[in-house]
C-alpha cells in the first residue's frame, strides 16, 4: 500500500484504510486508527473506482467522535469526512468507523489523498497539525456466484458410439461431473478414465457407450470464484441395441417373355 504523510511534531496517527477481498454485493470497508490522542480536528478524503464500487453509506462510527461535528459523505469517487471538537479527543478503540460499498465484482484502490493540503490533516486544539500517515487499501472482489442457463439433456445412442453432455454457465470457474447409476440415490465424481474425458469441463465425452449404462443419470457442480456452487439439472443416457441387419438376395432368373417372379 501507498503510504502518504503530513508533518508537524513528535505525535504521529496512523491511518489505515483495510483490505477487502469479498464476493460482489454489500461489502464494509473498515477504516482504522492509530496514535489518535488530543486530537481537535481531522479532515480525510478516500479516493475509489466508481466504476467498480457504488457508495452506500458509513457504519459504526468510533463513538468517542461523536461529542464533536462531523460531516460524512461519498459522491464522485471520494469519500470525506470532517469532524471538529471543542475539547481534544484520545481514542481508545482503533476502529474510526466503517464505509459501506456495493460492488458487481472487481478491484479498485482505496488511496487516500494527501496531494491537495487540508484534505488529510489532524490538528490539536490550537490549529497545530500533528504528524500522519496514510496507508492505502485494496478491494478484490472476484465477481458474482456461478449461474447455470444451459442444461445437460437427455440421451439416446446406440450401443459402441460415443456421447456427450454439456453445461452451460455464467462466471464459472470449475466443473465436476457425476454419474448416479441406482437413479439419483448416489451420485459419483466421475474422473477422465473408462473412456470418460472433460470431468472438469463444460462438456463431458464418453468415447463408447455400453449397454449396461443406460438409464444412467449424469449431472455437473459448477463452482465460481464465489460460493455458493450451482448443480445443474440430471440428464438421463439411454443406450440402445444395434439395430439388426436385414440382407436381401436378387436370384438370377432366366425364362421366355412374359410374366416372371423373382
Not at 466504476?51 to 459504526?60: A, F, I, M, P, R
Not at 461431473?177 to 470418460?196: A, E, H, P, Y
Amino acid at each position: 500500500a501507498i503510504i502518504g504523510f503530513s508533518t508537524s511534531y513528535s505525535q504521529q496517527i496512523t491511518v489505515t484504510a483495510e483490505d477487502v477481498n469479498s464476493c460482489a454485493g454489500d461489502i464494509v470497508v473498515p477504516v482504522e486508527v492509530t496514535g489518535f490522542t488530543d486530537v481537535a480536528a481531522m479532515s480525510l478524503v478516500l479516493e475509489y473506482d466508481t466504476t467498480e464500487l457504488v457508495y452506500t453509506g458509513y457504519q459504526n462510527l468510533n463513538s468517542q467522535l461523536e461529542s464533536g461535528f462531523y460531516s460524512i459523505n461519498g459522491e464522485d469517487g471520494r469519500f470525506v469526512i470532517s469532524w471538529i471538537s471543542t475539547s481534544a479527543v484520545t481514542l481508545t478503540d482503533s476502529a474510526l468507523l466503517e464505509i459501506q460499498f456495493e460492488t458487481y465484482g472487481g478491484n479498485s484502490t482505496l488511496e487516500w489523498d494527501t496531494e491537495i493540503s487540508g484534505n488529510c490533516e489532524f490538528s490539536d486544539v490550537n490549529g497545530e497539525t500533528i504528524e500522519a500517515q496514510y496507508v492505502n487499501g485494496d478491494v478484490n472482489a472476484p465477481g458474482p456466484v456461478v449461474s447455470i442457463y444451459g442444461q445437460p439433456q437427455d440421451l439416446e445412442v446406440i450401443v459402441g458410439n460415443g456421447f456427450q453432455f454439456e453445461v452451460s454457465a455464467s462466471y464459472a470457474a470449475m466443473y465436476q461431473w457425476q454419474r448416479s447409476t441406482d437413479g439419483g440415490n448416489t451420485w459419483v465424481d466421475l474422473t477422465n478414465t473408462d473412456g470418460f474425458s472433460g470431468t472438469d469441463y463444460y462438456r463431458l465425452t464418453q468415447s463408447a457407450s455400453t449397454l449396461d449404462m443406460s438409464g444412467d443419470q449424469f449431472r455437473c457442480i459448477v463452482e465460481g470464484n464465489c460460493p455458493p456452487p450451482d448443480t445443474t439439472e440430471h440428464a438421463v443416457l439411454s443406450v440402445i441395441p444395434v439395430p439388426p441387419t436385414i440382407e436381401l438376395t436378387a436370384h438370377d432368373v432366366s425364362t421366355c417373355a412374359g410374366e416372371l417372379s423373382v
